[in-house]
């Protein structure tokens, strides 16, 4: 549990089979923490009750402190509500390098691997998620982030599954941009076999899109995302 106003270094360490009751954050629950971890593993981690299935990091809105994950590995963790490994909220984030498997929500939550809320600015590149679970956003839930757009280039998003949005759901974000990643093999039971855009809008280029088993590929919703988007040089296939 990190209370501390400033940075807190993790490397080259292993986080396993913790669990926590009636709170977030399975493995690591950082509040007002300039938190960087690198190089460490995360593994078969719960929050039985909350949010973040290993990590939790959350911000007051006037620190705005950050959360930076580096070349790690997120497996089979898992959270009841959002956020199966990583929930960041009203801070700063940015994820490289690293790799989200088999992490899971229950059926009513959002964020297979990563739920984000109010965030201050994001960023993930050079990815992998693979085989992640939620009821909204397989991959991602993205919701309302502060500064209007958050980033994703350079990922690789496969199998992973949800109700609503088999990859990710973005809900109410001025322009995130998706951009050079490639998405195969999602599904959704509904609505996005890949991608939901909800009042939001966003620049898809140059991703690659294949085998989505279920749902549209795309699906957008609310007027904003349809006037606010731009979706240039992909390649889709069936």
């Known amino acids: 549990y990190l209370t ?3 940075p807190v270094q993790i490397a080259d360490s292993s986080f396993t089979y913790n669990e926590v009751e009636y709170s977030d954050g399975g493995a690591i629950y950082s509040n007002s923490s300039t938190l960087a971890i690198r190089g460490s593993t ?3 981690n719960r929050a039985l009750d909350g949010m973040g299935g290993a990590i939790y990091s959350e911000s007051p809105y006037s620190s705005g402190s950050d959360l930076l994950l580096e070349d790690s590995s ?14 960041s909220i009203h801070n700063r984030y940015e994820i490289r390098r690293s790799t989200f498997h088999v992490n899971d929500t229950d059926s009513n939550g ?35 982030p502060v500064s209007g757009a958050d980033s994703w280039e350079n990922n690789i998003l496969v199998e992973n599954t949800a ?9 109410g974000s001025d ?15 509904g609505q996005g076999g890949n991608l939901v855009l909800v009042d939001s809008g966003v620049t898809f280029r140059n991703n690659a899109v294949t085998h989505s088993t279920a749902g549209e590929g795309v699906y957008i919703y609310g007027t904003h995302s349809v006037d606010g988007s731009s979706f240039a040089y992909n390649a889709w296939y069936e």
Do not use: R
Request: aromatic share 10%; glycine share 16%.
């Open 4 to 6: 501390a106003y400033g």
């Open 42 to 44: 995360l593994s078969s």
């Open 110 to 144: 959002m964020g297979g691997a990563l739920f984000t809320q109010d965030t201050l600015s994001g960023s993930v590149q050079q990815s992998i998620f693979t085989g992640n679970n939620a009821g909204y956003g397989g991959a991602l839930y993205s919701y309302e």
């Open 74 to 87: 997120l497996d089979n963790n898992e959270a009841a509500y959002h956020g199966g490994a990583v929930a």
């Open 163 to 171: 109700n609503i949005g088999g990859a990710m759901v973005i809900s």
């Open 175 to 189: 322009v995130t941009s998706v951009i050079n990643n490639t998405f195969v093999g999602n599904t959704s039971v």
